[in-house]
């Protein structure tokens, strides 16, 4: 793995993008002063909104803590077992991966209550500050992914050299999955038992509407909304996008002939991609119309000016061209595979849009199935789910092949780059989601007119799609970058053993050691997914065990007369999240170190692992979102009216739907993004240990 | 592929094995006798279990002339563009496949109304009844198998010479997959189309209980059982059992030196558990006890003769061992492989019996669920199908890397025929089912006293755990079997393209190519499913229109005044299952041609296609039998008086779980069995036509 490095195009390809990294973080800046220039309205909307505020920081505060002590002993386990600066790598990927979700939650907080406020004067002004609000935090993790990465390589190249520099990134990489897994799962169940909890004993037992102040759940709820959709998004995207940057670095060199372009290329396209990021939020902060379609034109503009910006570059940094795996790609080659991972953003975007908007068939067809009951809603949903992983799937397909065509694995790893690239924008399109659901429900419990609500509930509806396209764009990316990451397991496992090409390993499908992997891999998203369902159930059966006695003990809470305690509820959620994460949370280390382990598995069958659990993760993951994102927005089409409407018996199998729908895509289906990822990173890094 | 065939060895073992089958058959026809001897109840008994044999048979009928056409045109595709005898042995295969499904089916509808009776009398007497009428179909779908591939083999190589011979088997395997396919999914569609229309119109909409005489949909629900339980799970197994006895010979031919003995092999072992299954049979019918005991006493009864005789056979076929891809293997290795088959059987037996019985935690952690509601009982229940994966593919795994290490890629067919072996009993069970399903709704209809049913309800409860318990079995022998025909398909590409092992495909994960494959695979489960789920909610509606219609143009049904119409019920569901079963049946046939024509995919990626089906197949297949059969039995555990009983909150939503797990169980995924099958032996018989 010596390679000459030509340190000129290194540094200042690298240095640019940082430049660009830090642009983008201070316009992130400069957005958090915008925002809470604006007003947070009046008294008691200020005073729920710090309740959330107050019940998020307390939340991730103890998150924080507990994932620390398991981020203290993976350290020791890394600086003894392996070397310091992966150790340290590990330490920097995990440090990030929770400032980007802990700063961007922090923002989310701030801006809900301001967005009610804005909906009072105009609903432009609403969709600007929960946007800006959104992309804070978009800003902050691609600034952050770009910086971390960027300069830790910087330094411990410096200090140890290139070759034991880009080993160590694989700990970085580690430090922001590991982590993800857990703010993904530990978010996900407090969001999901707080909204089931609240929802069952709330709606279903007291009759109250959501939202309504009387449930003593329901500030447990909007917290929820934060941590989950908000916090958790944030730091799994940053891992996504860490671990692409990486898994490309790591393809380079182990593929790359003369890899220092290769290197830099990487840094270069998420660089560009910051600027095309800030001006997609220019467009949504100018440009006016339907808040869907301006949403929809800032992603466009994104990444239009990332497509002219990727032309220049790519031909700047190699302008001879590229020998990768032995044969020589041109520059327009390698310009063509970044193009496909942007066009991937906009077709799967496009995707799970139509099968999660209510102005789609779809989701009109489970609406219409909700007439006949509760079972044909959950039975047209499921199936829904499972007909949504054809089209990405099989464009994932297209897009591997292509882009391997265009240059070999180095090629899909560019692509997925490029896709990643654009998460600045995606992710600020996700976060505007909890804000707009939080500042709905700051409307209804501060008692504000009904025009408030209803201008706060449009944007949840765009928010509510936004976010189910956001998850699809999520897995979509996660596969492609995982499928990077076994790509670089073949290749640390050839340079591991020394073994010539002829007697190496094939990872072939007649090798039964093969197929048991592929079989054992495949469990593992359903096994996982499994336990995080349950973890959800058990978390929200304390929610309404906690909120059954205060009722019971206050009985005025529901006529009005006693303020229910929403802190203990927020209490029992969050421990009950952390509680129930610790189980999933550690299997897939558990499944990867074990197959490891055991002499007759071995490194042939960890190859099938990884790659079974990419596959069924990525249908599994499909199918829970999308699903899950129907689910919701057919209730939401009955709510407006269509099959009987609010309080039809369609209305009540379609809440049915809903609540099952909340685990798949909220908790489940998106925890299995960090979950590929870890198998295969922990893979890589237990080859000196164990092979 | 020539070989020096030790006729004598051959064409004794063979003739031994059918003479087996032939016994086996006269056994099925004496226990026709006996339960034709039995009486068959009074006028109104007799009334009602003929409309239900006229449904059934004009059901099953309208399928066959559905399915011939359909036949018709493969037998010609496969005479002009592959060759007469693979287009001959397709013929044989459809043919014996629909013939077991009819026979069982029409024996099953005849002991129905016996079983009744029989349970005025006694217990045991109504026990040994339906068992009976269960055991013609088993010994009919082994006996049927070994004597079709047998004698055709005979035929065929008399004619053709062995080496063609042995290739126009998988004409027949072809034929008994795909008739079985469709015969699964048509079957599947019909009965819980009926099934679920009948309790949302009739117990929803009219407050009926379930068999109510003037539910007119109750008799088409009576018929379902038969046409799908009954004769798609025969059609099913007779399949699975024919493909891997052409399989383990193909293999054999294939992979072992002086293939004769190894030929042979398969026909005696299933020769020799014909005689095993006889054993089980009669042990049933002079044992006592409880009825749970005695069924899983013939199946060790069972298991243990076969196991006995296995040890001699195989040492007397290889005295001196065999040559198997280049290694020597000792009589005793073979032998531990059939064991491993025998033993596979008992654990998923046991592993299913612990997901699915209402006497172990997992079935009352859905009860207790039901208490907050239908969508903590539905998130419960699909929790609970996907934990069951895990310790049926963990013993999958184990089973393959032991066989394999004692007998190569043959090892794992002998393991897989060894399975396949205990088809005669297990299918026994499983016929028991329907039958005793029948018997009770026979009961209610006739106004038998409460004892009747009563007695008919135990029974019925220890048959729904029979059948979730034989689609374990189905689904585990299964995914074996496919893995078997994807090592043929490896061989026969090798052998068609004639290159040497060093050139030849690997099939690696490296390539992405075989990655492309196992997504595409991966895919079909999920969308085949999905078409299927889809197309029972299709059916369903087409029932509860005509009910709702009967109902208001005759008021007088539901108070008894008027005799509802059953027979346009019958016919609205048959003709509907009939034209839902094209698209997802025909599914698989268009992804494997689909695939090997486009110029860009080709062999490699076909070859992940096959993997990536049978991983896939194999998880959504168990999550759903499994998921299935728990709701179903949650509910039962409720109406057993738990949780509230019949009448609660609880009962409601274990309704609804019961009636998501109805498609599931019934008809999505057990039509995974066959499906994941005719992919690969499409994908083998194509080599020569497309690459």
Request: neutral net charge.
């Amino acid at each position: 793995m010596t390679l000459p490095l030509a340190f000129d195009i290194l540094q200042s390809g690298v240095r640019l993008s940082l430049i660009c990294a830090v642009v983008g973080l201070g316009c992130a800046f400069l957005l958090i002063t915008v925002i809470l220039r604006s007003s947070p309205g009046n008294e008691r909307m200020r005073q729920i909104s710090g309740a959330v505020q107050e019940g998020a920081k307390a939340y991730l505060n103890r998150q924080v803590m507990t994932i620390s002590v398991i981020a203290v002993i993976i350290f020791v386990l890394l600086f003894f077992f392996k070397d310091h600066s992966t150790a340290f790598g590990f330490l920097v990927g995990a440090f990030c991966s929770l400032a980007a979700g802990y700063i961007g939650m922090r923002i989310a907080v701030l801006a809900n209550a301001r967005v009610t406020q804005a909906a009072m004067q105009a609903r432009t002004a609403a969709l600007r500050v929960a946007f800006n609000g959104g992309a804070v935090t978009g800003l902050l993790v691609v600034g952050l992914a770009l910086l971390a990465v960027g300069t830790f390589y910087h330094f411990a190249r410096n200090m140890i050299g290139n070759d034991l520099a880009v080993r160590s990134l694989v700990g970085l990489a580690l430090g922001a999955s590991l982590i993800s897994v857990f703010a993904r799962l530990g978010g996900g169940i407090y969001t999901k038992a707080a909204d089931v909890g609240a929802d069952l004993v709330g709606k279903i037992e007291s009759g109250l509407e959501e939202d309504d102040p009387r449930n003593p759940a329901t500030i447990a709820d909007n917290v929820g909304d934060n941590v989950g959709d908000c916090a958790g998004m944030a730091a799994d995207v940053f891992e996504t996008y860490a671990v692409s940057l990486i898994g490309t670095i790591l393809v380079g060199v182990l593929t790359v002939t003369n890899a220092s372009a290769a290197i830099v290329y990487p840094f270069v396209l998420g660089g560009i991609s910051v600027l095309g990021a800030i001006c997609g939020i220019l467009f949504v902060n100018f440009a006016g119309g339907k808040p869907a379609s301006v949403l929809m034109g800032a992603v466009g503009m994104s990444a239009l000016v990332s497509a002219a910006l990727f032309w220049p570059a790519t031909h700047q940094l190699f302008p001879n061209g590229v020998e990768i795996a032995g044969k020589m790609r041109s520059p327009t080659d390698l310009y063509f595979a970044s193009l496909i991972g942007l066009l991937m953003t906009g077709i799967v975007v496009v995707i799970t849009n139509y099968y999660t908007s209510m102005h789609y068939k779809p989701v009109q067809k489970i609406a219409r199935a909700s007439e006949t009951g509760h079972a044909t809603n959950i039975i047209a949903g499921l199936a829904l789910g499972q007909h949504a992983t054809a089209l990405p799937v099989g464009f994932i397909g297209i897009a591997i092949l292509l882009s391997y065509n265009f240059a070999g694995l180095y090629g899909i790893a560019v692509a997925v780059m490029a896709m990643l690239s654009m998460a600045g924008i995606i992710i600020s399109l996700d976060a505007f989601g909890p804000i707009t659901d939080n500042a709905g429900g700051i409307a209804v419990m501060s008692n504000l007119p009904k025009e408030v609500r209803a201008a706060t509930d449009e944007l949840d509806a765009v928010g509510n799609t936004m976010k189910a396209v956001t998850k699809g764009y999520a897995i979509a990316s996660a596969g492609l970058a995982a499928l990077v990451l076994f790509g670089s397991y073949v290749e640390e496992l050839r340079a591991h053993l020394k073994l010539p090409p002829d007697q190496f390993f094939q990872f072939s499908l007649q090798d039964p050691k093969v197929i048991i992997g592929l079989f054992i891999g495949g469990l593992l998203p359903f096994i996982f997914t499994a336990f995080s369902m349950d973890a959800v159930g058990k978390a929200a059966g304390a929610v309404v065990r906690e909120v059954r006695r205060q009722i019971q003990a206050k009985p005025g809470i529901l006529t009005g007369a006693d303020t229910p305690d929403y802190g203990t509820c927020v209490d029992i959620v969050t421990k009950a999240a952390l509680r129930e994460m610790i189980v999933p949370a550690l299997l897939p280390l558990a499944f990867v170190i074990l197959v490891a382990v055991i002499p007759q598995l071995g490194p042939v069958v960890l190859g099938g692992v990884l790659v079974g659990t990419i596959v069924t993760g990525l249908f599994v993951a499909i199918a829970m979102t999308s699903g899950g994102g129907a689910w919701d927005n057919a209730k939401k089409f009955i709510e407006e009216g269509n099959y009987g409407g609010k309080g039809s018996p369609a209305h009540a199998a379609a809440v049915t739907g809903d609540t099952v729908g909340d685990p798949y895509k909220d908790t489940a289906g998106p925890a299995i993004n960090p979950m590929i990822k870890v198998v295969n990173i922990v893979a890589i890094l237990i080859i000196p240990i164990f092979f």
